[in-house]
């Protein structure tokens, strides 16, 4: 009631103060579900709170109500993305495609981050359900391409660029495809080391 009169009042921190409260009590008392109403109301007041944002999609998980636990991991996903905030939204990723594995999207923006950083073998785990979904998705074979570049395996590195140029064929883009054999000569021709960082 306190939280609501200060809601009312228009002080906001004193009404997020009282929620806070609210939320902590009912939590204690082992009443996670009645607990979701206070965080709520938090995020109507300030929705840009990623922590509080975080606190709702875990609650959520914990409820098993998977549907809304996505939504809130998806858009902290967003927020972190827009901030720049890359650690963050990793490992928020990594629990938003928990809960929702069949995301190829997130699944390649996680793999493309790890391959940033030189953690190939992390990143094909991230592939695999991309490209068992769609193996003629390009953005999952270049991906995967670059993650095998990086774990200095030219046997996979190359016949996934032969599987892209084939699909470019196909698809009536020349251009791609000379791309693709101009990148398959070269390789055959050295050694293959990796692009970014090491495995």
């Known amino acids: 009631s306190l939280a609501e009169l200060y809601r009312q009042l228009g002080l906001v ?3 997020i103060t009282q929620y806070e409260a609210v939320a902590a009590a009912l939590l204690r008392e082992g009443r ?3 607990a979701l109403d206070a965080h709520r109301a938090i995020l ?18 914990k409820e098993e109500l998977f549907p809304e636990a996505v939504a809130e991991f998806s858009q902290t996903a ?4 827009a901030l720049g905030r890359t650690d963050d939204f990793l490992k928020v990723a990594e629990r938003l495609l928990f809960h ?17 950083r ?16 769609d193996p003629r998705d390009m953005g ?7 993650a095998f570049l990086l774990l200095s395996q030219k046997a996979k590195y ?39 960082g090491s495995p």
């Open 44 to 61: 109507e007041l300030d929705p840009e709170n990623v922590a509080q944002r975080i606190k709702l999609a875990e609650l959520y998980s």
């Open 158 to 196: 190359l016949s996934v660029l032969r599987e892209m140029a084939r699909l470019s064929q196909e698809a009536g883009h020349s251009a791609a495809a000379d791309a693709y054999l101009r990148r398959i000569a070269e390789a055959e021709q050295e050694p293959v080391a990796p692009v970014v």
């Open 78 to 81: 967003a927020q972190l993305r």
């Open 140 to 146: 999952t074979l270049e991906l995967l391409a670059q």
């Open 100 to 116: 929702d594995p069949d995301n190829r999207a997130i699944a390649k923006e996680l793999a493309a981050h790890y391959i940033e």
């Open 13 to 15: 921190a004193d009404a």
């Open 118 to 133: 030189g953690d190939a073998r992390r990143a094909l785990t991230k592939l695999q359900v991309s490209f068992k979904k």
């Open 32 to 34: 996670s579900r009645d």
